[in-house]
Structures are given as C-alpha cells and as structure tokens.
C-alpha cells in the first residue's frame, strides 16, 4: 500500500506548470532567489568547514553545536526549496519533473522546522548561561538535543503520508506543497503539528530574545558607567598630565576591548535571533490564517515563502560582523582566492600551523 501510495503521489501534478506573476515580479524573484542560493550555499558551507576544521567560531562549545546544526538546516533548504524556485523563476514554468516536486513538497518542512527549533534552543541556551552561568550544558545533552530537532522536523512529513496527501505546484509562487494542508479532516493535526514545532517556538523565541536584549542593553549601561568613573578617577590622580592622558586612554580601550569580548556572543545571538524573528512571523502569521480555513491573500503567500528564505542568508553574515574570529577567517578566505591579492596570501593560509594559530589567536 505504501509503495503504490508513493507512486501515485509522484505522479499526481497539475497540468499546468507555468507561473501566474508578472515578468518585472518573475525577474526580481529569480534574481533574488538566486543570489540567497549562491551566497546562502557557499556561506553556510563556510561556517560548517570553517567551525569543524578551524575552531573559527568565538562562542562554547554547545554554541557552536547549535550554530552547525543551523547552517546543515540552512544548506537543506536552500537545496530542496530555494534552488528550485530559482531555476523554475529562471525557466518561467516548473520543469524539475514530478519526482522533485514530491520531494519538495514533503521534504522541504523538515529543515525549516529544524531552523526554529534549533533557533530556540540557541536563544534558550544564552538565557540559561546569562541566568545560571555556574550552571554548564554537556555536549552529549547538546547532542541529544539536536538529534530531537529533527526527530520533530519529521512531524509534517508524517502527517503527509498519514492522510495521503497529493504534491501540488503553486504557480503564484513557485514552490511545490502538500495539499493536506488544505484538506478538512487533516486540519486539526496539521495545525497541532505546525503550531508545536514553528508557531511556538517563534513566540517563545521572540519573548526569550526580548529578554536577552534588554540584558544586553543594561550590561552595556553598568559598563559604560565603569569607563566614565574609572577615567574620572585616573583624572584626579594629580599624575603629570602625559602620563594621566595615557593612562586614562589605556583604561577606556582596555574596558571597551572587555566589554566586546563580554557581549560579542550575546550580541550574536540577539541579532540571529532578529533576523529570524522578521524572516518567520510572515510565515506564522500566514499558518494562522491558513488553519482558520479562510482566504489568505496571494501577496502574503509570497511574502511568507519568501522571507523564510532570507533567513538561510544572513546567519553567515551575520557571523562575519558579530565574531571576530569567523570575520578574520572570512577575510583571509576571500583574500585568498581574489587574483591580485592570492600570491600574498597563499603564502599566509596554505600553512595549516600558522592560519590555525592565527585563528585560534
């Protein structure tokens, strides 16, 4: 029965594959989906490479745990959901066959369900370490704890195969789904299942990254008060004046090079923790509405699909800018294979001791 249920689910395909956008929109939306593509696979393979082989992540151990599991969620998805809308935008018409378009449709929820989890565990780590920093995390628990991640993303593919749901082309955006999201007497188990495993770990989420935030800004504060009455206390020394000068200015960089140091993995995962908070909420506004069995508006079922996508981008980027480790091996990577500059550099990075030793510094 299952073997002749998945037959029928690989053939069933609408007739019509071509897309219903406007060709400025077909543009934009190819070119987009593209780029995500091309810079979402090279800079997630980075940070697995990079964190596996190089320690080049500045964060503990189960951090960087998480933040691998992360990008292996991000590179799935970009292979079974971005590059697909990327090529059918390019063509104009879906022509991956009716095979991909089963595995799109049913595979494609694991790694996105996973992205969330693994999200909140993240957030709910750097709350716990803030809170009860005496308090440490194995990496077996770790461990455990990512392997349930996507034990969970395979929710929804049961549930398709449990109510036999058919793999449908949706021309309005470009993408290939399950139709028993659309089905009456799948909608109860669906809604339990999407809202146990994206809508609630997006709340929860948003309300721990409120927390940590408010954590960081008022660190930031008491710190910001230690620099000015430290440099007020070297001012009154009565030492001579170059001297005072120099020391007041040692003691503020010393204080804002600690204070960096102290923030840089909090401020981290604040700004991962944003950047997938604005990439979701279309998406679980549009799940909540979608579940309540009313019409949901084309514009935000492109909005939705499409800002999911933005997320599997800018956690390598975000990486760059927040961690100072991961930057200098990304600039020493790019510097590196740039055709002006590479003799230089090669000299540098092809000795594993010193690029090791340089990114461990």
Known sequence: NTRKYLSTMVSSTPEENTLLLSLPLTIFL??????????????NSVVVYSSLRYNSIQLDAVSVRFVQNLAVADLLYIIFNVLPSAITYIAGQYVLGKAYCFINAVVSFIPGSVNTLTIFLLTSYR???????????????????????????LAPVMVAVAYEGESVFVRTYAACVSDVYERK???VVVGLCLGAIIVLPVIATTAINAVLCGISLTLRKKLDKKVKKSSHVIQNTGTVGGLERTATNQSCVSTKSTRGSKNNPLTTVCLLSGCFLISWIPFVIYVTWKTKDA????????????????????????????????????????WRYLPCKGDRVNSHVTQPGRFSHSLSG
């Open 30 to 43: 190819a070119a987009y989906t593209l780029s995500i593509t091309i810079f979402g696979l090279l800079g």
């Open 127 to 153: 709350l716990l370490i803030v809170m009860y920093p005496h308090r440490v995390m194995t990496l077996r628990r770790a461990h455990v704890l990512i392997v349930s991640t996507w034990v969970a993303g």
């Open 185 to 187: 007497d799948a909608r």
């Open 295 to 334: 019409g949901v508006p084309p514009e935000l079922e492109l909005v939705a699909f499409h800002a999911i996508q933005l997320n599997s981008v800018c956690n390598p980027i975000l990486y760059t800018m927040t961690n100072k480790r991961f930057g200098k091996y990304v600039r020493q990577l790019v």
